[in-house]
């Protein structure tokens, strides 16, 4: 195959065809690829090995490798494909992948790099920073030991890093006699504990990196799988559902003035599509005015979209300067000083609460303040750390390679966005003000918070709390369950109520005590008051966490239905029922979806302006970074999805 490709180029070569030939291996789309996993399960021998079989090595590479395969080959081939990746000395000495390593090749499908990252648990820095501009993950397993703990810290990362796609690579099947069983048994238990991460799209391939089967063509000894090689896989994977089309960002970078007659304003294309004539806002300023010309690398365009550079002039003379960002008059991001992260760190020295440290968002860089860190994660079992959660006060620092969602303060606003909604606006690095060295990294995953130590509500002098005369494990012995909130969050159409009330109907004949708070039901009576402004929609959650708190105390397990979504309010009502009584269930369904489901039109008024600040067109929805149970609902049936969450109580201890 590969022979006959190199053929077709030769021909179109020789026909005089240049032009044809480099036009159509410019516009070739380009997959970036992480390949990580525990030490020694064959990451650097696959990229090696998918090299060779698609002939993407020179000839005198192949020479040097050779060589040195008899000095540092850990094989007992005389060709060692991981020397192609790991070319630190040290690396070879000890047989280990220390720092990331890019490689770049192509085929006639797509252009592709490949980042070879360490699997060692101290370089968990550098395995961040390889996933960061990653499209698709390639987890590495080694079939003789199956999902361990390193898998499972990898995998973490890297859908906290927002990859959606992974391949999981059983790699060594040579060594347990290509068997079936064994490869059943790993996707069995790598699809157990991934269940709670956010991965759209995940692809088993069984093979030997070592020797070459189903890396780049299939293998006999594997007769029993019929699916795509990891390189047919790589090349064919859809990836453009991943780009953010939607939400023009243009973070500004340089204003050019070549003239008195010319005024540019320069950047790369975070997200969206920008055209000439769109009314765009400067932030974080506000000031509004229309795009009047777009520039690219090879002259004036109509329109221009993420990830393009380009330079763009407006028809107003308008305040704009490196650090600010335009983007569309009816589509902002948040702005504002202050927002909670997740943080990687990434440095020796301890990132202290309370320190300075500058803050480079997109083009700007702020000084800012660590105000707080709220806890740590702990990688290798994807938990808090319950020790800090017990005495938050308490964390002041985050250590070399240790993950912490943290209260950021900024010395002046910035315009921004989750993360998971935009990789770019919603992301930054920490720089020491002294040293100007990067020590750490964050993904924004709120945007409104409480200040750290800021009071909630006063309560009058005069009320008490009361104490029952029956406990809760009284309770627990007379119905047979502890009394817990199945919080159902996702947009609007997406079957949460539906999910619901098939929830109730199945506990129910279980014989347990539930019941149902549904969003249009609640703002019926207790939540009448109520509007649809941010400030109101979070009362609206607050109460009724304080509702759900109440009947989980007298033993009931309340399920609700609410779209809630932004992460903020989530937390809170979180801590007003109780970590250990707070179930999250992501009801995950596309927004397309969702709108066919529409009964009510409503999808459609909001399209039309006549329903303003509407949950997934005018206004964010903030999806779960770490709900107990996601449910993808395009293709699971409102039964299936109540019995996954009936099982999900069961060995949480809540019912028997």
Not at 23 to 43: A, F, P, Y
Not at 263 to 268: L, S, V
Not at 465 to 490: C, F, H, I, P, Y
Not at 601 to 612: D, F, P, T, V, W
Request: hydrophobic content about 40%; charged content about 25%; overall charge negative.
């Amino acid at each position: 195959m590969a022979d006959a490709k190199y053929k077709i180029q030769e021909e179109e070569l020789i026909r005089g065809d240049i032009s044809g030939y480099l036009n159509r291996h410019e516009t070739k789309d380009l997959l970036r690829i992480l390949t990580c996993g525990s030490v020694d399960d064959g990451k650097s021998t696959l990229i090696g090995r998918l090299l060779y079989d698609s002939h993407m090595i020179y000839e005198d590479q192949l020479e040097k490798i050779t060589k040195d395969s008899k000095v540092y080959g850990t094989t007992t081939e005389d060709f060692d494909p991981a020397l192609l990746t790991d070319g630190l000395k040290a690396e070879r000495e000890q047989g280990i992948t220390i720092d990331v390593a890019y490689r770049y090749f192509s085929t006639d499908k797509r252009k592709f790099i490949i980042a070879d990252c360490p699997g060692h648990e101290q370089y968990t820095r550098n395995m961040a920073t390889g996933a960061s501009t990653c499209n698709l993950a390639t987890i590495l397993i080694d079939a003789r030991y199956g999902v361990i703990t390193q898998t499972k810290r990898h995998c973490f990362i890297c859908s906290l890093l927002g990859i959606k796609h992974v391949v999981v690579a059983v790699n060594k099947m040579d060594l347990v006699e290509w068997s079936e069983e064994i490869y059943d048994k790993i996707v069995k238990d790598y699809n157990a504990f991934v269940a709670r991460l956010g991965f759209s799209d995940i692809h088993f391939i069984p093979m030997s990196a070592l020797k070459g089967d189903n890396v780049v063509e299939h293998s006999e000894n594997l007769a029993w799988y019929d699916g795509p090689t990891f390189l047919h896989h790589l090349e064919n994977v859809n990836i453009s559902s991943d780009r953010n089309l939607i939400d023009m960002r243009l973070p500004v970078q340089y204003v050019l003035r070549p003239n008195l007659n010319f005024r540019g304003f320069c950047g790369t294309m975070a997200s969206g599509v920008i055209r000439v004539g769109d009314t765009v806002s400067s932030l974080p300023s506000r000031r509004q005015s229309k795009i009047k010309a777009i520039y690219g690398p090879d002259g004036e365009l109509d329109q221009a979209f993420a990830p393009q550079a380009i330079t763009v002039t407006l028809e107003d003379e308008i305040d704009v300067s490196r650090g600010n960002m335009l983007v569309p008059v009816n589509n902002l991001p948040h702005i504002g000083n202050e927002f909670e992260a997740m943080v990687v760190w990434m440095h020796e020295g301890a990132a202290r609460a309370g320190k300075s440290y500058l803050i480079k968002h997109t083009s700007s860089m702020v000084p800012g303040v660590l105000s707080s860190i709220r806890y740590k994660v702990d990688v290798n079992s994807m938990k808090r750390d319950k020790n800090a959660e017990d005495a938050a006060e308490s964390i002041r620092s985050l250590e070399l390679n240790e993950i912490g969602r943290c209260h950021i303060t900024l010395h002046r606003p910035i315009a921004f966005d989750a993360y998971e909604k935009n990789r770019t606006t919603g992301a930054f690095i920490i720089v020491d003000r002294l040293t100007n060295v990067t020590v750490g990294a964050g993904m924004i995953v709120d945007r409104v918070v409480s200040r750290p130590g800021h009071a909630k509500s006063p309560v009058s002098q005069n009320i008490v709390k009361s104490d029952s005369l029956v406990s809760a494990e009284d309770r627990k012995k007379l119905l047979g369950q502890s009394g817990a909130t199945v919080w159902l969050t996702g947009l609007s159409g997406s079957g949460k109520s539906t999910i619901a009330q098939q929830l109730e109907k199945e506990l129910i004949a279980q014989g347990h005590l539930c019941y149902v708070l549904d969003g249009d039901n609640v703002r019926h009576g207790l939540n009448r008051d109520l509007g649809f402004s941010m400030v109101d929609r979070k009362e609206n959650i607050r109460r009724i966490a304080e509702v759900a708190a109440l009947m989980n105390d007298a033993g009931v397990i309340v399920i609700t239905a609410f779209i809630s979504p932004y992460l903020s309010d989530r937390a809170e009502a979180r801590e007003v029922i109780g970590d250990e009584s707070f179930v999250e269930v992501f009801v995950d369904t596309p927004i397309e979806v969702c709108e066919q489901r529409d009964p009510k039109g409503l999808y459609k008024k909001a399209r039309a302006g006549e329903i303003q600040q509407f949950t997934g067109i005018s206004d964010p929805y903030e999806a779960p970074q770490d709900a107990e149970l996601t449910l993808q609902t395009e293709n699971l049936a409102p039964e299936a999805a109540a019995e996954s969450i009936v099982a999900d109580l069961r060995s949480r201890g809540i019912i028997g």
